[in-house]
Nanobody, 117 residues
Framework: QVQLVESGGGLVQPGGSLRLTCAVS????????MTWHRQAPGKERELVAF????????NYADSVKGRFTISRDNLKRTVYLQMNSLKPEDTAVYYC??????????WGQGTQVTVSA
C-alpha cells in the first residue's frame, strides 16, 4: 500500500521558516519524480517545486524561487520542502506528490501552513 505522509506544517509569522517532510512508503522512491503542491482557500492547486528521481534537477514556481528549497533522501524515503522568508500569501495546504510515468501518481493528505502575525 502506497502512503505519502506530510508533516511539519503549522502557524508561523511572516518572515519565518518551516520545513515540510513527506515520508513515503510502499513504492520504490528512487524511480519517482517528486513534487510539492499547494492549495489556498478558493484557489486551484498549484505546483510549488519539483525534484527529479535522484535530485539532480529541481524547479520552482516563480512565486517561491529563492525562498523555498526541495530536497530528497531516497535512502530515508523522505522528501523535504524548506520554506524561508514566508509570506501570508504562502498560506495553503501543502501536498506531496509522487509520479512515475502517467499511471503511477500518488498524493499525500496534506499539511496546513498558515503565515500570519
Amino acid at each position: 500500500q502506497v502512503q505519502l505522509v506530510e508533516s511539519g506544517g503549522g502557524l508561523v509569522q511572516p518572515g519565518g521558516s518551516l520545513r515540510l517532510t513527506c515520508a513515503v512508503s510502499g513504492l520504490t522512491l528512487g524511480i519517482y519524480n517528486m513534487t510539492w503542491h499547494r492549495q489556498a482557500p478558493g484557489k486551484e492547486r498549484e505546483l510549488v517545486a519539483f525534484i527529479s528521481t535522484v535530485g539532480s534537477s529541481t524547479n520552482y514556481a516563480d512565486s517561491v524561487k529563492g525562498r523555498f528549497t526541495i530536497s530528497r533522501d531516497n535512502l530515508k524515503r523522505t522528501v523535504y520542502l524548506q520554506m524561508n522568508s514566508l509570506k501570508p500569501e504562502d498560506t495553503a495546504v501543502y501536498y506531496c506528490n509522487a509520479r512515475f510515468l502517467a499511471q503511477y501518481n500518488y498524493w499525500g493528505q496534506g499539511t496546513q501552513v498558515t503565515v500570519s502575525a
